[in-house]
Nanobody, 126 residues
Framework: QVQLVESGGGLAQAGGSLRLSCAAS????????MGWFRQAPGKEREFVAA????????YYADSVKGRFTISRDNAKNMVYLQMNSLKPEDTAVYYC???????????????????WGQGTQVTVSA
């Protein structure tokens, strides 16, 4: 079992930055690829970013490409999401998730993930 706890959410102004952290416990995440998803009120959960288990490969939704950066520190069992140039449409609950499947084509689908955190709220004001 892997437990995931997100932190770092809050209120930001448009154009500002936030850094989300995801702390894993229970077992090492070094063999898991990791993803960030978000869900706005009344909308489905959507893919934001993912990083492969080994670290060098990253994937982003078109809506955040160039503004968000996902990274991981396997030694600390941590995953991060640096969010710059925030927009009001980035407002959502952000979730960290772990996936055992090594195939990157599954990284974009929430139901493929094995473990989820409880989420952290990000609100961006205009």
């Amino acid at each position: 079992q892997v437990q995931l706890v997100e932190s770092g959410g809050g209120l930001a102004q448009a154009g500002g930055s936030l850094r989300l952290s995801c702390a894993a416990s229970g077992r090492t995440i070094s063999t898991y690829s990791m993803g960030w998803f978000r869900q706005a009120p009344g909308k489905e959960r959507e893919f934001v970013a993912a990083v492969s288990w080994s670290g060098p490969d990253t994937y982003y939704a078109d809506s955040v490409k160039g503004r968000f950066t996902i990274s991981r520190d396997n030694a600390k069992n941590m995953v991060y999401l640096q969010m710059n140039s925030l927009k009001p449409e980035d407002t959502a609950v952000y979730y960290c998730a772990a996936i055992r499947d090594p195939y990157s084509r599954y990284y974009f689908t929430p139901r493929r993930y094995d473990y989820w955190g409880q989420g952290t709220q990000v609100t961006v004001s205009a």
